[in-house]
């Protein structure tokens, strides 16, 4: 069965909100969204038909790792919804193609959709992080959104995934939250999808460590101009590694431009 849902496919006669075309970053297809309201509202189209998603947020490290890694770009090209969680996303698609493509960050739209969630009763199950920040995590969004109805939760270290998959069969979610890191929940949901109810999956990295008071958010300037990654740098230097491929994604973008433009002069 395949389960990609895309605007093309399925276009505006099933979905009254139809998800804006992707635009290809070295070969990450990634949605344009113009504001968060317009992602929820392609999420909730996407819940109310039934359909499945699987949700990705798409940063520099992921395309520069799937161009190198053939089993994390097929993943990618699986997913139905890339969100462009990184700046350096957003440099790039100006870069490629001239076009503005607004931030939509993996943090910020999961507390989007939470929001929605508890307004409209969709049922979450959240998987993934420690034992003790998934409690908390659990516990700090349920006082935050009374309404909120989490229907099971399940920390990130576990070796029976058909377990788990029954477990959250079992609870009745409408959407999954995977909170294992990258590329590990990105692999998990991918390969367990078929067997998932849930009609919405998304990874979410660290989000509960920061939902439950574990991880600092980095402070507003940060966010304010996409400098996360220097913060979470800063705070964590043993990230340079993962952070080391950011450069190395940029100068792939400038060569890919600078050869197209080169192409295009020797046409002319
Ligand atoms: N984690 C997990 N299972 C694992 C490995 C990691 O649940 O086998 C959790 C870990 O406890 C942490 C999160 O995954 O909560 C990783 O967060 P990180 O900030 O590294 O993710 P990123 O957003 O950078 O991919």
């Given amino acids: 069965m395949n ?19 992707p635009v290809s970053i070295m070969g990450v297809n990634v949605i344009p969204f113009e504001s968060y309201e317009q992602a929820v509202a392609c999420v909730a189209e996407r819940i109310k038909a039934k359909k499945k998603s699987f949700c990705v947020a798409i940063n520099p ?14 993943v990618l090209e699986r997913a139905d919804i890339g969100i462009c969680d990184g700046v350096g996303v957003s440099i790039a698609a100006r870069v490629l193609y001239g076009q503005r493509v607004s931030r939509c960050t993996g943090i910020d739209f999961f507390y989007r959709l ?8 969709w049922k979450i199950f959240l998987l993934g992080a420690s034992p003790q920040v998934s409690e908390t995590a659990c516990i700090k969004l349920q ?8 229907v099971g939760r399940q920390h990130g270290y576990f070796n029976d995934s058909a377990a788990v998959i029954e477990q959250i069969n079992h609870s009745g979610a409408d959407m999954l939250f995977v909170a294992m890191g990258s590329p ?24 509960l460590d920061v939902v439950s008071g574990n991880t ?16 979470r740098l800063i705070s964590d230097p043993k990230r340079w590694r993962r952070q080391s491929v950011l450069p190395l994604f940029m100068f792939s973008v400038l060569r890919k431009k600078i050869n197209a433009q080169i192409r295009m002069n020797a046409q002319a």
Avoid at 61 to 74: F, H, P, Q, S, V
Avoid at 114 to 121: L, Q, T
Avoid at 190 to 197: L, P, R, T, V, Y
Avoid at 216 to 231: H, M, S
């Fill in 184 to 207: 590990r929940q990105e692999f998990w949901i991918a390969e367990n999808q078929k067997a998932i109810d849930p009609y919405f999956c998304m990874g979410v990295g660290g989000t």
């Fill in 143 to 150: 006082q935050q959104y009374p309404m909120l109805q989490i």
């Fill in 114 to 121: 939470i929001e929605r969630a508890s307004n409209v009763g």
């Fill in 216 to 231: 600092k958010r980095a402070p507003y300037l940060f966010r304010r101009t996409g400098t996360e990654f220097l913060y």
């Fill in 61 to 74: 490290e992921k395309i520069y790792r799937a161009g190198m890694n053939e089993e994390l770009k097929t």
């Fill in 3 to 21: 389960l990609k849902l895309n605007a093309e496919e399925y276009g505006p006669e099933i979905f009254s909100t139809p998800m804006p075309g």
